[in-house]
């Protein structure tokens, strides 16, 4: 199972790099969404993939009884998907305007401002 | 526990929210941002004081015990970080009284700038690295829109690559964060201090790995060689206010990260890491210093030699020794206090002539004298002139780079420093010294209030306060010696934070 998912994160982060390096700014935003989610299913992965119960604490004890998930993990990756949410539809918005103002969808066509 | 450590992010999220609801009345968001900003740096100057009588400040939020719930810690790096904050906060809250064109303000300005300082202040006072990522984005995202305000199609452009490498940096961030997890378990600052000493020789490799992709992260945020291309192709787009901002305060994020991750946490193979840090900041401050030779733009310039003094900050770190380490803070104060003025020196000039290209300027030495002397102390400080602050900076980084040996990375740094002043003195012959042009540019007015009061007066006390950085530095060196103490030995870190002898 880790070797799978090892596997699907680099395959998603060589996939979100090569489309970062297309000329076309849409393709660069898809580029942007794949990296984060490789970036969260690394996290999923690198915090241990096992089948362990809820991490409920039953009645009256302190700690809760035998293996369970970290769920800190999952909290993580909730956390960094809103984020990435809210990030991604920020680049939607600037990809658009971006396209109306240059009135083209090609990064070679976006270099006035380089050096 | 002590409540002052939250101040410095509570007290700009709570005015970016006031002036979220006087979201019609300009002038009453503009004096918000003005009051909001003293208030951050009075609070900011306390948490100063507090952190020098006691040592640390920790707060647990909600009160959850330190390596489960967050924490904010303040040690003296955060507190001058806090300070630094506050500075140049209520000035550009000053200068944007009259130079932000009263069109953007309808757009949020305000409350993005107040979001933005939030988001710098928490990442400077966590001493959790994943609430770090957090207040990154927060920063981030106040950023991007206020480099996008207005929306021209320089802006465009310069934001499409700003955004795209710093979405970059954060998810390498993220993924570094869930491999130190992986391996250590846990997100306290502190506790991976202690964790990771303890972590077994066969996983070093891991950890080195896990190093370098936080230096990469933290590289790009900081625009060190090579991961700084976002910067000359965005800082000279915005307005210029929001360009004094980015470059006296955005930068220095990654470069505290930098400092905070490689005293704190990656401290275990300092020769292989450090050494790489050395080279980073020896080729950032060539590269930068190189690239501002070539351009013939005002705020081009600026830019690029953001970059290179970026070089000599991440020196003081690669050395790591004491004394490199005073070096490197007392620089990341005065950088921040030159590069916003002078950025928002080229913001006056624009106000004045209508353009930031040196060509089709001149003579403002005949026109302005005052405006001229103001840009020669900024100037000869980034330069590195004595009495001034740049070159206390800089003889105290070469001063350490003569006692560690480290002779290559000390000849670049002086070379540098020279072309630094060859640079600043192309700006002060083709802005202020050659003759005027005869044709001059239509100064456009778009809406900004005619005083220029609000122009000279922050240009002024940044004046003031490189001459006092350079001839009184005493109190700021004390500061900053015990602040490096305080990076090399850990424990009183640890100790703060998680109650227990490490």
Redesign the interface.
Known sequence: MEFLMASLVGILFASALYM?LRRS?VK?VIG?VL??N???L???????LGSGQPPLIPPGADVPVGAVSDP??QA?IL??IV?GF??LA??VV??H??YE??GADD?DQ?????? | MSHVVALPVLIPLLAGSISLIFWRSHSAQRWIGVIANAALLVASLWLLRETWVHGHLVMHMGNWPAPFGIVLVSDLLAAIMIVLTGITGLATALFSLSSIPREQERFGYYPLLHLLLAGVAGAFLTGDIFNLYVWFEVMLVASFALLILGGERAQMEGAIKYVTLNLLSSALFLTAIGLLYGVAGTLNMADLAVKLAEVPPEQSGLLTVIAMLFMIAFGIKAAAFPLFFWLPASYHTPQVAVSALFAGLLTKVGVYSLFRFFTLIFDQDVAFTHEILLWMAVLTMLSGVLGAAAQYEFRRILSFHSISQIGYMILGLALFTPLALVGGIIYIVHHSIVKASLFQISGLVYRLRGTYELKGLGGLFRSHPWLSILFLIAALSLAGMPPLSGFMAKFIIVRAGLEAGAWVAVFFALLVGLLTLYSMLKIWNEVFWKAGPETQHEVPTRGQSPRLTYYYLPIALFAVMTILLGVAIQPIYEIAERSASQLLDTRGYIEAVLGVQP
């Open positions: 970062m700014i660069l942007l990296l984060s490789a970036a969260n690394l996290i999923f992965t690198a915090s241990g800190l993990a993580l956390t960094a984020i809210g990030v920020f680049a600037l990809i305007r971006a103002v240059v990064m976006m270099k006035d401002t380089d050096t």
